[in-house]
């Protein structure tokens, strides 16, 4: 008998066995194939030499910004941007406000205080003051410029030069000691109470309370003033106004501080009630 080959001598056994081989030949190639392309292909976000590129750190933080999580740098720029927004121009008008007090009272007392070059420039410094309270408070809301500085300073720089005026005028005896004691009184008293009733709610300024505050700055102006003739009387009269209605709103921000803590007493009270039911 002649030879057969081994693989047609073993039939279809042998043809199998063929076939089997062809296939792990083309696994070992597959294999090689993926890890030279993986090899070669580099990971997100990472370069050839395993830098971090700026793709990957522009998909890392797009990766934060959707999970909620603040991207780098996220706090520091919005602290930065909150620490700016307190120098506006509504705060800067306080702060001149302030700024002005000390020199008001320079001018008021300038030679005695009886010279009427002195008090007239004393009138400019406290008519700037008062005019730039009508509008630092205007900008500040209109243009979304509220800021903590700008709601303990503002206050603070009212009663500041109007605390001043009125006792610069009662030192030299240009106006009794009564009406600044009862104007400070009033004014100290009701801004104590707003503090205290902040808890239950806040006591809005009132119609009465914004005449008010007229009312005094022109007549405050008319004493600082040095008036003689019908201008002296008329500031009398003009002042007897703004006292009158000094009283008239205090007693008025006191109803209301009294009506706003009862109303939050009792809605306290009443969600305790649920809570514990």
Known sequence: MTGVPASAAGGP???QGARSTA??????????SGSASASGTAAPGRSASGGESAAGRSAAGADATAEGRPPR??????AAVN???????ANLLTMLRLVLVPGFVALMLADGGYDPAWRSLAWAAFAIAMITDLFDGHLARTYNLVTDFGKIADPIADK??????LICLSSLGDLPWWVTIVILG?????????FL?????VIPASRGGKLKTLTQGVAVGMYV????????SLRFWVMAAAVVLTVATGLDYVRQAIVLRRQGIAERAAALEETEA
């Open 83 to 89: 620490q700016a927004s307190v120098w506006n121009v």
């Open 197 to 201: 009733v902040i808890r239950y709610g």
């Open 225 to 232: 003033l040095a008036l003689t003739g019908w201008l002296a």
């Open 160 to 165: 500041a030069i109007m605390g001043a005026a």
């Open 73 to 78: 740098g996220g706090k520091i720029t919005a």
């Open 23 to 32: 296939a792990a030949a083309d696994g070992v190639a597959s294999e090689v």
């Open 186 to 194: 009033r004014e100290l008293g009701i801004t104590v109470m707003r």
């Open 13 to 15: 056994s042998g043809a």
